[in-house]
C-alpha cells in the first residue's frame, strides 16, 4: 500500500486500486476510486468551477500490535480542508471528521484492528469492487458505519411519506414519479452527493449504510460539512449550480388539464379567466396535440393557426407552454431519419422499442448532441418559432415501457452506467438553445431531475399520483425531500392526477386541500386527468389531435359555487405574495434554499422540529400545516422555539416553543406567519 501526495491531493494505491481524495469547495472533499488505470475525467453534477483550496495533507506513522505481541509500525495519512478532515488507516479505511468529531466511516469487517465491525471471518470489505462478467467495467458496493440517532433527508423524490430516510432502501433509478437525486443531507452536520449517474440502490439501514452501482467504471462522491443545513445547501450548489432567477411573470397561477384538444378550447379557457378577472400567467397545451409522437407538431385539423393562438394570449398576458415527449413512433415521420443517424436509444436484445403507450415508439438519445441539435431544429420550427414560450418536458424519466435498465444503451453508455441523468440531459436539448435565443430566463416543466438539475431551468413535478389524501401526504415529504436535495423550484398536480369522479364530494374536499397547500409552495398548477371519460373523441381516425379521450374541465370555476369562492380567496392570498415569493426564488439562486422548506431547515436548534413530518416552512416567515385527512377540520400544530405566531384566520398570537390546536374548516387550511 502507498500512499501519494501530489498538490493539494492524497492518493492511495492499493491492490490495485487508485483512491484520490481532493478539496473540492468550501469545507467540502471529493472522493474517487477506480480499478482501471485512469479516472474517466467525468464531474457529473460537479459542474462549477470552485475556488482553490489549501488542503492540508500529510502521512505519518503509528504503532499496531501484532498478532505475536509485537509492535509494528504502520502508515497513516490525513487531508484537511477547513472543518472537514478525512483520514485514512493502514488498510485504506475513510473516516471523516467535523471539527475533529467523527461523522461517517466506511465499514469493514475483514481484519483484526481497532476498526472492527462485526467478526474478521465475514470477510466484508469498505469498497467491493466486481468485474461485470463478459464486460470492461465493474459493480460497486461501498458501505459505510451506520450512526445511531442519525436522521438523513433529501435523496430526491420517493412516493412515501417518510421524510426522515434513516431505515429506508431506496432504488437509485428515474421513475414515474419516483426522482433519484442523490444528495443526502444529516442531522450531523454534513451533505452526502453520491456523484454517480449509475443505476443502483442505497441503503440507509439501522446498522449499515451501502451505497451500491450496478455497472460503473469508478466510484466518486462528494462530502461537505456546515453548521446547519441551510449552509450545507449553499456548500452543494456553490459546486452543483444554482437555479436562475424565476421570471415574475410565471409566479402566480399556472392553468391546465388533460388535454385541451384545440386552439378554441385554450383560447375560450383563457377567455373566461379574463372575464372572470382572474389573472393566469401561463397556460399548458398537454400531449396529444400532436399528428403522432415524435411529429413534435401541432395537428393542423385542431390547431389551425398557433401563432395567433399564441399572439392573442400573449396580448391577454398569458405565457404559453406546450407539451413534448421524448418517444418516437414508428410512423413519425421522424422515426426513421433519427433511427438511421443512431439518434435514438438502442435496446441490447430484442426489438427496438422502449415505449408503448398509444404506438410503437422509440425513446430519443439525448445523451448524443447530435439528439439534441435535431429535436431542437425541429420543436423551434413547429412550437418555439410561433411564440411558445416553454416546453412541458413530459415522460422525462424517460417513462420505459419495462423500467428493464440492462436492456437499453445509450451513446454515454449503458443505460446501468447513466441512466439517471437522462433527465437532465433530455431539459438541455432545450434550456442550451433557449438560453443561446431568448430574452429572458429559461423555465420548462419536467417530470424527472438528476443532481445539478436546479441550473437548467426546470420546474418539477411530482409525476402521475393518485388522487388521494394518502398521495398528498406522501407528495410533501416527496417536496421538502427534493429541496434537501437542491431542487427548489418543484410543484405538484393539484388534487393528484388520477381521478375517476370529479363529481365525488370527497374528491372535491381533497381538491381544495390540495389547493390550499399548492398556494403555499413554488408553482401554483392546476392540471389533472379529470374522469368520468364520457366526452367522445372528436373524429374516428386512431391518430392525431382528435381521437384520444380527454378529462373533465378542471378550471377554478369547475367544482362548484362554493369551491370556486375558496380557491378565488386563496388565488389572492397569491397574488398578494408576489414580492416575498420573489424575495424566495431570489434566495435559492443564490443560496440553494427551496421554498418548501423542512421545520428544521429554518429552527435546526429546535430538536422538536427535526421530527416533524406533517407541516413546513414557506421561506422563513410562513409556517403551513396543511390538512391531509378526510373530513378533518382542526389540527394540531407545533410552534418553533425563539419566535411569536400569528395565525393568519384570526390574527391571534401565540408563543413559540408549543403545539397548539387550531380550526381548520374546508375554507381554511391553517397558516401562522412568523412575527
Known amino acids: 500500500m502507498a500512499f501519494i501526495i501530489e498538490k493539494n491531493a492524497l492518493i492511495l494505491k492499493r491492490g490495485g486500486e487508485t483512491l484520490r481524495i ?23 453534477a460537479l459542474t462549477e468551477k470552485v475556488p482553490e483550496c489549501n488542503a492540508v495533507v500529510e502521512t505519518h506513522e503509528i504503532d499496531h500490535w501484532v498478532g505475536d505481541g509485537t509492535i509494528d509500525k504502520r502508515t497513516v495519512a490525513s487531508i484537511t480542508n477547513g472543518r472537514i478532515r478525512a483520514e485514512i488507516n493502514f488498510v ?71 421524510l426522515d430516510l434513516k431505515g429506508t432502501v431506496l432504488e437509485l433509478a428515474q421513475r414515474n414519479s419516483q426522482i433519484s437525486v442523490p444528495f443526502a443531507t444529516s442531522s450531523l452536520g454534513y451533505g452526502f452527493l453520491w456523484n454517480n449517474p449509475a443505476v443502483g440502490r442505497v441503503t440507509f439501514g439501522k446498522n449499515i449504510t451501502e451505497w451500491i452501482a450496478k455497472s460503473t467504471k469508478e466510484m466518486d462522491y462528494w462530502i461537505t460539512v456546515a453548521e446547519d443545513p441551510k449552509a450545507i445547501m449553499a456548500n452543494y450548489s456553490a459546486v452543483t449550480g444554482h437555479a436562475p432567477k424565476f421570471p415574475e411573470d410565471r409566479m402566480g397561477l399556472w392553468q391546465c388539464k388533460l388535454r385541451y384538444r384545440t386552439q378554441d378550447e385554450v383560447l375560450s379557457v383563457a377567455r373566461q379567466y379574463r372575464k372572470e378577472g382572474i389573472k393566469i400567467d401561463q397556460i399548458v397545451i398537454d400531449f396529444f396535440h400532436w399528428t403522432v409522437q415524435g411529429d413534435w407538431k401541432f395537428d393542423k385539423k385542431y390547431w389551425p393557426d398557433p401563432k395567433a393562438m399564441v399572439d392573442e394570449l400573449h396580448s391577454m398576458g398569458i405565457k404559453v407552454i406546450v407539451s413534448v ?19 435514438l436509444i438502442k435496446t441490447e436484445r430484442g426489438a427496438a422499442q422502449t415505449y408503448d403507450y398509444q404506438g410503437d415508439c422509440v425513446e430519443i438519445d439525448p445523451f448524443n448532441p447530435e439528439t439534441r441539435k435535431y429535436v431542437w431544429e425541429v420543436c423551434k420550427k413547429n412550437y418555439y418559432d410561433f411564440g411558445i414560450d416553454a416546453f412541458w418536458l413530459d415522460n422525462s424519466e424517460p417513462d420505459y415501457g419495462v423500467y428493464d435498465f440492462e ?43 438528476w443532481a445539478g438539475s436546479q441550473k437548467y431551468g426546470n420546474v418539477v413535478w411530482s409525476g402521475d399520483v393518485p388522487s388521494t389524501f394518502e398521495s398528498f401526504r406522501d407528495q410533501l415529504a416527496a417536496g421538502l425531500n427534493m429541496g434537501l436535495a437542491g431542487i427548489p423550484w418543484w410543484t405538484t398536480d393539484i388534487g393528484g392526477f388520477m381521478t375517476d369522479d370529479v363529481n365525488d364530494p370527497d ?106 413530518e406533517d407541516q413546513y416552512m414557506f421561506g422563513s416567515d410562513y409556517l403551513v400545516a396543511p390538512i391531509f385527512k378526510l373530513n378533518c377540520f382542526e389540527r394540531e400544530v407545533y410552534l418553533p422555539k425563539g419566535a411569536v405566531w400569528v395565525l393568519t384566520s384570526d390574527n391571534k398570537e401565540y408563543e413559540g416553543g408549543q403545539t397548539v390546536k387550531v380550526a381548520a374548516p374546508i375554507e381554511y387550511s391553517p397558516v401562522f406567519k412568523r412575527k
Open 407 to 449: 436492456n437499453y444503451r445509450y451513446c454515454a453508455g449503458p443505460a446501468l452506467q447513466v441512466s439517471n441523468m437522462y433527465p437532465q440531459m433530455y431539459s438541455r436539448v432545450f434550456f442550451d438553445e433557449m438560453s443561446k435565443i431568448g430574452d429572458g430566463t429559461v423555465v420548462n416543466l419536467l417530470r424527472c431531475a
Open 22 to 44: 481532493e478539496p473540492w469547495g468550501r469545507d467540502s472533499l471529493r472522493v474517487r476510486s477506480t480499478m482501471f488505470s485512469d479516472f474517466t475525467g467525468n464531474d457529473w
Open 92 to 162: 485504506g479505511i475513510i473516516s471523516f471528521y467535523r471539527d475533529d468529531k467523527l461523522i461517517l466511516r466506511e465499514y469493514y469487517a475483514s481484519y483484526d484492528g481497532t476498526l472492527l465491525k462485526g467478526s474478521r471471518c465475514l470477510k466484508v470489505v469498505n469498497r467491493e469492487w466486481k468485474g461485470i462478467i463478459g464486460g470492461s467495467d465493474y459493480s460497486l458496493n461501498l458501505k459505510f458505519e451506520s450512526n445511531d440517532g442519525e436522521k438523513i433527508f433529501g435523496m430526491g423524490q420517493y412516493q412515501q411519506p417518510y
Open 507 to 612: 374528491f372535491r374536499q381533497l381538491l381544495i386541500r390540495w389547493y390550499q397547500f399548492a398556494v403555499y409552495s413554488a408553482v401554483l398548477r392546476m392540471h389533472g386527468d379529470r374522469g368520468p371519460y364520457n366526452i367522445p373523441p372528436l373524429d374516428d381516425r386512431d391518430w392525431g389531435g382528435g381521437y384520444l379521450h380527454t378529462g373533465q374541465p378542471n378550471e377554478l370555476w369547475s367544482y362548484g359555487e362554493d369551491n370556486y369562492k375558496i380557491m378565488k380567496k386563496y388565488y389572492d392570498i397569491r397574488i398578494s405574495m408576489h414580492d416575498y415569493i420573489k424575495s424566495l426564488y431570489d434566495e435559492a439562486s443564490t443560496n440553494g434554499s427551496p421554498l418548501i422548506r423542512t421545520m428544521f431547515y429554518e429552527f435546526p436548534d429546535d430538536e422538536k422540529c427535526w421530527e416533524l
Open 325 to 343: 415527449w421524448p418517444s418516437v413512433d414508428r410512423k413519425s415521420e421522424n422515426f426513421y431519419p433519427m433511427m438511421d443517424r443512431g439518434l
